[in-house]
């Protein structure tokens, strides 16, 4: 069968480095068909293109997008796990399985991403604390080499390809499909408990001795405020609601999973977007204070805890033409004071936007370029124009590195191969498994190539 191919100008969700790459979006019998051409620029899968910088862009080269559907999965109910084709999104796999008492094992803070992505990024979620990254929970996977052959893999079936794939940004193969184990759940809403926290230190205490009795933990700081308000925070901690937990009313429909869907962000806004330090300052002083001082036990839906800003289509545009990025690393525990200080070089530049996450990660999984390691994890999104943003995410760098810290791949935009060979110390471990699954370097990308990750 023929393959249309567009050309197309590709971006992240951040919208910086676009390059362009021939499209095509591919079911999984015809994948092989297409490796065989020899492709001067290489071969790169692509989900939904929610990894923030250049991960899922090849310029010049082939990007395949596998066609997904959740009427091809199988949910096995009595062992509690789904088998799903790669390209299947967690928003159309959660309507099939919330309503039968499920829930995915990881979810990132946006449900439009595919399988395929999930395992290639080795996505963590509120829950990383107790249950660890996708990877955690993948069973067996369907991987398609470079030269065409498909193999079965999993933790416990060729153990060193599997660990290699999650995590491996694309570059080991092309993951057809997965099975994963799920969350049973009673009902489709969380217990929410809600503290706000008055300044950085706070919160750190707050998380070191309250997360671990809750499944989700994840902190709003407002990095913006300086001072005695350094850092200061709400701290949202929940578990999935028991159905002993609800009136008789709200028990007779306790699955009912409705996504909503508020606005869509129109592609033409002002240029320089909507996104400044007037208008943050503002958004971050209400949203402080519009939560309770300390409230135990609201309910919220799964949409509202987890996917808050999927009710908005198209929200990346706020930030205008030069869009944003998404800095995110991960610092060790016993280096808050490496963490106190990143928070106050950020707050003092001035450039941050409300959206600014801390989350408390558990225990690493084998997989060599799996990006989260015992300890804490910050992201802030800023707007590209920001005055001195290179400079500052320079110096950042510095502190990252020197904390034995590392940078996450599917949101980075902008860091070094310096960096991220000081993050990942098994790197060339990881090259030697990849040479070893591709010897033509037909998987390309232009993470890869920017961070002379092949
Ligand atoms: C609002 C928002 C919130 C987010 N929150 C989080 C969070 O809390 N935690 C977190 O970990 N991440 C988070 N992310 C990032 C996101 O989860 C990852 O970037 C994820 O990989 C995106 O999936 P995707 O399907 O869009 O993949 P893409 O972005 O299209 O691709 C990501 C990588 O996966 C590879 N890939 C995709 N499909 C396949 C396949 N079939 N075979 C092989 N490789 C493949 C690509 O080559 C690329 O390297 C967030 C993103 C957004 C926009």
Avoid at 32 to 46: F, N, Q, S
Avoid at 188 to 207: A, F, G, K, Q
Avoid at 285 to 299: A, D, Q, S, V, Y
Avoid at 300 to 321: C, E, Q, T
């Amino acid at each position: 069968m023929n393959t249309d191919f567009t050309t197309s100008r590709l971006t992240g969700w951040g919208r910086t480095s676009p390059s362009t790459a021939s499209v095509a979006q591919v079911s999984r019998d015809n994948v092989a068909g297409l490796l065989k051409d020899p492709y001067r620029r290489g071969v790169l899968m692509r989900g939904l293109g929610r990894s923030y910088g250049d991960a899922a862009q090849n310029a010049g080269g082939v990007v395949l997008s596998l066609e997904g559907s959740a009427e091809e999965t199988v949910l096995d109910a009595a062992t509690g796990t789904l088998t799903a084709g790669a390209g299947a999104s967690l928003h159309d796999l959660l309507k099939v399985i919330v309503p039968q008492g499920f829930f995915v094992p990881v979810t990132p803070g946006t449900r439009f991403v595919t399988v395929g992505g999930a395992i290639a990024s080795d996505i963590h979620g509120k829950n990383h604390h107790v249950e660890g990254s996708f990877g955690n929970h993948v069973r067996q996977l369907t991987l398609m080499l470079a030269d065409g052959t498909v193999h079965e893999i999993g933790p416990d079936q060729n153990p060193t390809l599997f660990w290699a794939t999650v995590g491996g940004m694309g570059l080991t193969g092309v993951i057809l499909e997965a099975t994963f184990s799920l969350i049973p759940i009673e009902t489709s809403l969380c217990t929410v408990n809600t503290i706000r926290c008055r300044n950085i230190d706070v919160l750190i205490d707050e998380m070191s001795h309250g997360d671990d009795d809750h499944r989700y933990s994840v902190a709003w700081a407002d990095l913006l405020a300086t001072g005695s308000r350094l850092g200061r925070s709400v701290l949202w901690r929940g578990d999935h609601t028991k159905l002993a937990e609800l009136s008789s009313k709200e028990a007779a429909d306790a699955l009912k999973y409705e996504p909503k869907h508020l606005a869509t962000v129109p592609p033409l806004i002002p240029s320089f977007g909507f996104v400044n330090k007037m208008s943050s300052t503002l958004f971050n002083e209400l949203w402080f204070r519009k939560e309770p001082r300390r409230k135990n036990g609201g309910h919220k839906s799964i949409p509202a805890y987890f996917h808050p800003l999927d009710a908005i289509g198209s929200w990346n545009r706020v930030y205008g033409n030069g869009g944003f990025l998404q800095y995110q690393f991960a610092l060790p525990f016993g280096r808050e004071d490496e963490l106190r200080q990143i928070v106050e070089r950020i707050a003092v530049s001035k450039t941050a936007s409300p959206l600014v996450v801390l989350k408390r990660f558990g225990d690493a999984n084998p997989a060599p370029l799996s990006f989260p390691m015992p300890g804490w994890t910050l992201t802030v999104d800023i707007p590209t124009r920001a005055e001195g943003l290179g400079q500052l995410l320079h110096s950042l760098d510095e502190v990252v590195m020197q904390s034995g810290g590392r940078h996450y791949l599917a949101k980075d935009a902008h860091t070094t191969p310096t960096a991220i060979r000081r993050g990942y110390p098994r790197l060339d471990e990881w090259k030697q498994i990849q040479r070893s699954v591709d010897p033509g370097q037909l998987w390309q990308s232009d993470l890869a190539r920017r961070l002379e990750l092949i």
